[in-house]
């Protein structure tokens, strides 16, 4: 489906036959909405990027250029800005023509080729399978789920992906933890969860399934005979509580890789042995670190990755004192198994403490593809869970922290993936349990969701005052617009024309909230226009002695319906048909 935009984009080309040679580049050639809507609908900046390799003045070429473009039948006036931007504004006619396209598109409007099935793994929660899932967790899985949504709409082909960090000690952890409540499951008095061990009575239940399977077999045994086996046990079962809590929130991911049966299957050697061959691996001792001096920093020969030569800061280890893979050696085997998988365009979604290992995956990234693969990563800052303002606890079970799942039964899935969305990834997110549950403009879910059963209200009155006749979609495209004059009504086209240019911005930028944003503004719009209507009669969207007028608002209150229902899509949000 190609947008008004990217329309306008092959006009301008078009219009440039015979005024550049034919062949210079044109792929710098943008059209925009101007930064000032005053400017016109649209601008394009084609005459400043072709003057110079077209040996020609700018302004001079943007006056031939807009000369051209003023015979197009759907522009109605162009102008020349400053050194040589086109701006035009577009005819009244064609706006409507928008409007009818949305109505034969449904929730489709939007869908984008852009990608063109390019290949895109997007990984995203991937958290130690120690424990449920907490709210920290919700915020990067609903980041990369609405994420892996916006990119498929816009045309590529998605993996959504969880890798489980089950090859590190926090693993031998759970599998001791698990082991005291299954030495509890049998009558024993534990006392107090030692230091050092995982507290949540969410382990009790993992306990006692193993007393029942197994009795006192391993109760008194030797850690050596039972760690493997209550290690494989505890990971599947803090597995399945994840994925629980996930399909909760709507959240499925389609491939799960094992960090354990990675390193077994040598995938950690096989990677390193590649970057060994190629020199980008060396032993070598590295600078103290910021901050440390000589006396409490011990320099000794590492196992080193160049990373240097691929843009990081330092050098990076790759094992351990004791010999051992660092967690880098294992993250490169992973990425190198992406990219062998078919995925040239990766995109990692972690919490924010993970900051400071970006540079270097990036830099291992270029280094295993040799410069064909890249990998973004989306940093996701901490959510500050309140209740009228102040901090908020909601409940122990898991030990120290909010779950997932008690906030879900709190306040429902829609409204945590709304949030979780109403600000960029990087930015600190206040939760206020208090606030995402109010019936007011400030509430960016409520609003957004009032404006979708508003418009689903005023189709069940039209319906009422048209018995018997067809207000289907594919009918009210067909009826004449031409009445739809206000200029409001006309900015509301507008805004839903810019859906599908928003979502293609929003894939290349990777930045799923600029869609609640552009669903706020388009709620704002929808219901600015429904206050007009309550304070001058001429503007109601439904008047009995004026039926042409009726009908063709009610295609204008569908669209808006349609577009909404499309945005709440991407984000896996159920749009309401009324509000209780």
Not at 163 to 174: F, H, M, P, R, T
Request: hydrophobic letters at 45%.
């Amino acid at each position: 489906m190609s947008h008004c935009f990217r329309q306008f984009q092959a006009v301008v080309i078009d219009a440039l036959a015979g005024l550049v040679p034919g062949d210079l580049d044109l792929s710098r050639i943008a059209v925009e909405p101007p930064r000032d809507a005053t400017h016109g609908d649209m601008a394009s900046n084609a005459a400043m990027v072709l003057a110079k390799p077209a040996k020609t003045n700018p302004k001079q070429l943007a006056e031939q250029l807009a000369e051209k473009l003023r015979s197009h039948p759907d522009i109605a006036s162009v102008e020349v800005a400053g050194p040589g931007f086109i701006n035009w504004r577009l005819s009244d006619a064609f706006w409507r023509g928008q409007l009818s396209d949305i109505l034969k598109a449904g929730t489709a409007w939007g869908d984008s080729d852009l990608g063109q099935g390019q290949k895109v793994n997007v990984e995203y929660v991937s958290a130690n399978p120690t424990g449920p899932m907490h709210i920290g967790h919700a915020r990067g899985a609903v980041v990369g789920d609405a994420l892996a949504a916006v990119l498929e709409k816009a045309g590529h082909d998605v993996t959504r992906e969880y890798y489980i960090n089950d090859a590190g000690a926090q693993v031998d952890v759970l599998a001791r933890s698990v082991h005291l409540r299954y030495r509890e499951a049998l009558g024993e008095n534990i006392g107090a969860v030692p230091e050092g061990l995982y507290p949540g009575e969410y382990l009790i239940g993992a306990g006692q399934a193993l007393a029942k399977a197994h009795g006192p077999k391993w109760q008194n045994a030797p850690e050596a005979e039972w760690l493997a086996a209550f290690r494989l046990f505890a990971v599947d079962a803090m597995l399945d509580m994840i994925r629980d809590d996930l399909a909760a929130l709507g959240v499925k991911h389609a491939v799960f890789t094992s960090e354990r049966a990675m390193v077994e299957e040598g995938a950690v050697d096989a990677a390193l042995k590649n970057l060994e061959e190629r020199g980008l691996i060396y032993t070598g001792v590295l600078e103290p670190p910021k901050g440390k001096t000589p006396e409490d920093w011990e320099p000794r020969p590492q196992t080193l990755f160049r990373a240097t030569q691929f843009g990081d800061d330092v050098d990076r280890p790759l094992k351990k004192s004791d010999g051992s893979w660092t967690y880098f050696a294992s993250d490169i085997a992973y990425h190198k198994g992406k990219f062998d998988r078919g995925f040239p365009m990766m995109i990692d979604v972690w919490g924010a403490d993970h900051g400071g290992y970006v540079k270097r995956l990036q830099a291992v990234v270029k280094a295993i593809t040799e410069g064909k693969g890249s990998l973004d990563v989306k940093l996701c800052q901490m959510v500050n869970l309140l209740k009228n303002g102040e901090p908020y606890k909601m409940s122990k079970r898991a030990g120290t922290f909010v779950t997932l799942r008690d906030l879900i039964d709190e306040v429902g899935k829609d409204v945590v993936r709304f949030i979780m969305l109403t600000r960029k990834n990087d930015a600190h997110l206040d939760f206020d349990l208090d606030k995402v549950l109010e019936q007011s403009r400030d509430n960016p879910v409520f609003y957004v969701q009032y404006a979708h059963a508003r418009a689903c209200s005023v189709m069940r009155h039209g319906e009422d005052m048209f018995k018997g006749r067809d207000l289907s979609d594919a009918a009210l495209a067909g009826i004449d617009l031409s009445c739809l004059q206000d200029t409001d009504e006309l900015a509301l086209i507008r805004l839903m024309a810019a859906w599908p240019r928003l979502i293609e911005s929003a894939a290349e930028s990777h930045e799923p909230h600029r869609v609640a944003y552009y669903l706020a503004d388009l709620a704002a719009a929808f219901h600015g226009l429904w206050n007009r209507g309550k304070d001058e009669a001429e503007l109601r969207f439904l008047i009995g002695e004026n039926p042409d007028l009726s009908l063709a608002r009610l295609a204008l209150v569908r669209g808006v319906a349609l577009v909404v229902a499309s945005g709440l899509k991407v984000f896996g949000v159920e749009p309401v048909l009324e509000m209780r």
